[in-house]
């Protein structure tokens, strides 16, 4: 089944729309979402707007599926290297830290995701459930993070673990904001001290 | 003097670039600097497209007048608040940012244009872009300086940096205003600014 399949009109049109959302992205990460074009896409894909449209009815259409591809690919990627949120307490603010590293390898990656985090908290936008629900992954995630600290009194005992998991949602994002407009600021070392902001006082660790 | 120009063609021109600006902070705040159009901005002014030229030829000095009055506005606030030198009273310093942001809150649509562009002004190109890297930095600077004085008075409970703190702050304001986006009635941004200051510098709530 596979392999003609693999020769027919169906690769085909999936070579190509494989091909419109590399175009996309490239499109919406040097451009930003707002100023970036169907025309524009279809001119670094090599097609035809019309040809363009065949496959995918609009810009809108365009960034939900690369949406969806990005989050493929996290979900493969997560498999390995997200560490378990209630396992060792070290193993997450190392990968937090280096999720930001990461990050700052593509700045303009960083910037479509600084832009598309505030225009898609409108109900209307194209990505807003996108958004909505990925906000509610990220916190429920570290809110368990905290969870599980509490439970070894590794955290402060003042601290609302849902409430410092929304802290350190805004912490990420607003650190990445800041060191977008002034590459100099030292993102990840204020990523770490805002963790250890959290931890109990040395005198009361065990 | 006053009198006598609040009746003249001044002041009429005056009134004029007052309604455009409000008009322009609906209409940055709800679709973006890029997908704002003059001539919708002249349409909820209430003007014409070409009065509008007259008054603001270019969308980018609109912008930045939108900003600057923003600016203008909690920097008054700050003032009347006693909290301009950070480095002679840092709590008054950070009670009057606490009061700038209580009173963000009584200006929704104010902030929600703020929020957006600091997304957008994320990318280099972006009219903003310059306005937000002075103002960030600045702000990192008032609030190192705030951290500072308190750590020489010895009321500083963390042994961080100041300027790693200031950064802190920053950033999770910056988030928060992210996460208030999406949950207008659900994030308290002074409360839980109010609350991490309080936990770094305890004087701050007596």
Known sequence: MASPGARGPYAKSAARRAEI???????????????????????????????????????????????????????????????????????????LGTLLCEHQ?????????????????????????????????????????????????????????????????????????????????????ALSQFLDLLQPPAEKRV | ?????????????????????????????????????????????????????????????????????????????????????PAADPLRALRGMLAVSADNALSPGLLELHCVMSGEATSPEHPAHDYYSDRYRKLRQFFTVAFTALAERGELRSEFPPAMLATMTLALLNGLQTQWLYDRDGVDLTGSLSAFLADVAPALAD
Do not use: N
């Open chain 1, 21 to 95: 959302l590399r175009a996309a992205r490239e499109s919406f990460a040097e451009r930003g979402y707002a100023r970036s074009s169907v025309r524009d896409i279809a001119d670094r894909a090599g097609i035809t707007h019309a040809g363009l449209l065949h496959h995918f009815a609009g810009k809108d259409e365009l960034l939900l599926a690369v949406l969806q591809q990005r989050d493929a690919e996290e979900a493969e990627r997560s498999q390995v290297e997200v560490p378990d949120p209630a396992g060792d307490p070290g193993s997450v603010t190392t990968f």
């Open chain 2, 1 to 85: 003097m006053a009198a006598a120009g609040s009746r003249g063609p001044y002041a009429k021109s005056a009134a004029i670039r007052r309604r455009v600006l409000e008009a322009c902070v609906d209409a940055f705040a709800q679709t973006g600097f890029y997908g704002a159009t003059m001539k919708d901005i002249a349409k909820r002014a209430g003007i014409s497209y070409t009065g509008l030229l007259h008054h603001f030829p270019h969308k980018d000095e609109l912008l930045i007048a939108v900003l600057e009055f923003r600016s203008e506005q909690s920097a008054r606030l700050l003032e009347s608040a006693g909290g301009r030198d």
């Open chain 1, 105 to 189: 390898q593509a700045p303009e990656l960083m910037r479509l995701w600084a832009e598309l985090a505030v225009a898609s908290s409108r109900p209307e936008h194209p990505a807003h459930a996108h958004f909505v629900d990925r906000y509610e992954r990220a916190r429920s995630w570290m809110a368990e993070h905290f969870r599980s600290l509490a439970a070894s009194g590794d955290v402060r005992e003042d601290v609302d673990v849902d409430a410092a998991a929304a802290l350190l949602v805004a912490v990420l994002d607003g650190l990445q904001t800041q060191w977008l407009l002034d590459s100099r600021v030292d993102i990840v070392a």
